[in-house]
């Protein structure tokens, strides 16, 4: 288990990660899902200690990660940027990192075995592809058999079947017992990853929730509807039970139900109607929607006046714990 409580650093004036709370339970794979510049790295270095918080918590297992001990059988790491003698061949790089942290020789044929590498184990890493290089790292991450996983961006960068390497592997690694954290800023990728989703912009938290709840008011659809008598229509629609988000003086938008009923409702009404348009938001559509703040601040750009989509209503119902009011 990971626990942020309040967790804030600051560099400067540049506030990376702000008053996080959250808890990343063991048995499933979290996604810990943001821009770039969300936060997240941040986060995930003040997780394992190389990076002091200027206010707030994060323990793993209700501990410090500088308070353990042995931190290799507490916690597996793998950063984006990671520091391989290239030199070495991938047996030797394992061997060395166990043998200064007292595991065992025979745990480096293990590691090497769960992440398909045995028979390139006497190769030199510096000859390594890209998706081989992650593999090492994630062998080197599960050499002290830890309870706790840490990967940030672990897909970044591999083919498909990469990918689906790492997806299945982590989904085992959960199934296990074993708490799984894991970066990313795509949603798409996210979604076929992880059960539950932590996602941050600007270091704040904005989404606490599970995928399948995402998925759900994500794929919701909306039907926007134009008329020049708005107002009417929505107290129509509302009596009847719609859900009516009003948009404009002249166009509203109407989730949960289909195209027909509202004409129908329009009819009876006596209301005549300009535009009756179904929506379909799309996943990716959904995150860009909630963090669309976070991204246009980061690039130094006057926020654009917000589609009214679905997936702003939908996002609300999202998570139990939906922090976009805070941010
Ligand atoms: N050492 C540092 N000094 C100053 N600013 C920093 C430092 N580290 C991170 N930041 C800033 O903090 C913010 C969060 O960065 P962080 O790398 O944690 O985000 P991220 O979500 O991991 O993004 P990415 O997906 O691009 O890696 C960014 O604006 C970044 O420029």
Redesign the pocket.
């Known amino acids: 288990m990971i626990e942020a409580r309040g967790l804030t650093k600051r560099?400067g004036t540049?506030t990376?990660v702000d008053e996080l709370t959250f808890t990343v339970r063991p048995g499933i794979v979290t996604g810990f899902l943001?821009p770039?510049?969300?936060?997240?790295?941040?986060t995930m270095r003040l997780a394992i200690g190389l990076d002091r918080p200027t206010g707030g918590t994060i323990t793993i297992n209700s501990q410090r990660y500088r308070d353990f001990p042995a931190p290799l059988r507490e916690v597996g790491v793998l950063l984006e940027a990671r520091a391989i003698h290239t030199g070495r061949t991938a047996y030797k790089h394992l061997l060395a990192v166990a043998q200064t942290h007292g595991v065992p020789r025979r745990r480096v044929d293990e590691v090497l075995g769960l992440v398909g590498l045995t028979e390139v184990a006497g190769k030199r890493v510096g000859g390594f592809s890209l998706g081989m290089g992650q593999r090492l790292g994630i062998a080197q991450a599960m050499l002290g058999d830890p309870g706790v996983l840490i990967l940030d961006e672990p897909v970044n960068g591999l083919d498909p079947e990469g990918i689906r390497w790492i997806r299945n592997l982590l989904q085992t690694l959960a199934t296990e017992g074993r708490t799984i954290f894991v970066s990313s800023?795509l949603m798409s990728e996210m979604a076929q990853t992880a059960t539950h989703l932590i996602v941050v912009g600007r270091g704040k938290l904005i989404a606490d929730t599970s995928v399948e709840d995402f998925i759900r008011s994500a794929s919701g659809s909306a039907v926007h509807v134009r008329t020049p008598h708005a107002a009417r229509l929505t107290e129509a629609l509302e009596a009847a039970g719609a859900h009516v988000t009003l948009t404009g003086t002249e166009t509203l938008d109407v989730s949960d139900w289909t195209a027909a009923q509202i004409g129908d409702a329009a009819f009876a009404a006596g209301v005549p109607l300009h535009e009756l348009t179904p929506r379909q938001v799309s996943l990716e559509d959904a995150f860009m929607d909630i963090t669309r703040d976070a991204v246009e601040y980061s690039h130094g750009q006057a926020p654009s006046p917000r589609v009214p989509a679905s997936t702003a209503a939908g996002h609300a119902d999202a998570g139990a714990n939906t922090a976009r009011g805070q941010a």
């Open positions: 560099y540049k990376a943001g770039n510049g969300a936060g997240k790295s941040t800023h």
